[in-house]
């Protein structure tokens, strides 16, 4: 395998998944609002820039490439082999850990076995998890109803108290966004 910068190397990673999530959205805020799948990814990545700059223990180089990478085996064709031949097998560990198994019925047992596999891999996988969850609770989308977001909320809380210890930083943000993402929710429910 050729020996790349890190530069290099996530250029070529941001390319590829900027192919494969060509004409992927998700739903804004605003109803019928439609945002390139793409803005997640770049917002995971984001928010693992914004780590190492608080934690300097973080392996910048994996911990960039499975967060431009977190959903490609869940969301587009790549498969492990593909990641693992283009990129290493510790990268792709990390990304079939941050994936959920759709063999697995029940959206939070799927949740609970990725947390379980998630918690074999280096904390920085633990990071991954969490940058993706704190970009999701900025706002949900227009068409989730009020029971998508409690449960929503109460998955993001499950999140945070398994993997908070992994980083602080992280962890502070994605505690302030559990927070926050309650605005979200009818007073009545919370």
Partial sequence: MEQKSLIDKIQDIWHLVSQV???????????????????HIASVVF???EAIKHDSTIDEEFA?????LHDTIEDTSIDYDFINFNFGKKIADGVMALTKNSKIS???A???????????????????KMADRICNLYTPPFYWSEEKKIEYLSESKI??????DANSYLADR?????????????????
């Fill in 159 to 164: 999140i945070y108290e398994e993997l908070k």
């Fill in 110 to 128: 799927q949740m609970i076995d990725s947390l379980e596999r998630i918690k074999k891999q280096p904390k920085d996988i633990w990071c991954v």
């Fill in 47 to 49: 928010e693992i820039l």
């Fill in 106 to 108: 029940g959206k939070k």
């Fill in 174 to 190: 994605l505690k302030e966004k559990i927070e926050r993402y309650k605005k979200f929710i009818s007073l009545e429910i919370q």
């Fill in 64 to 68: 960039i490439c499975c967060a431009l």
């Fill in 21 to 39: 999530h060509k004409g992927q959205t998700y739903g804004g805020e605003i109803v019928g609002e439609k945002i390139e799948y793409i803005n």
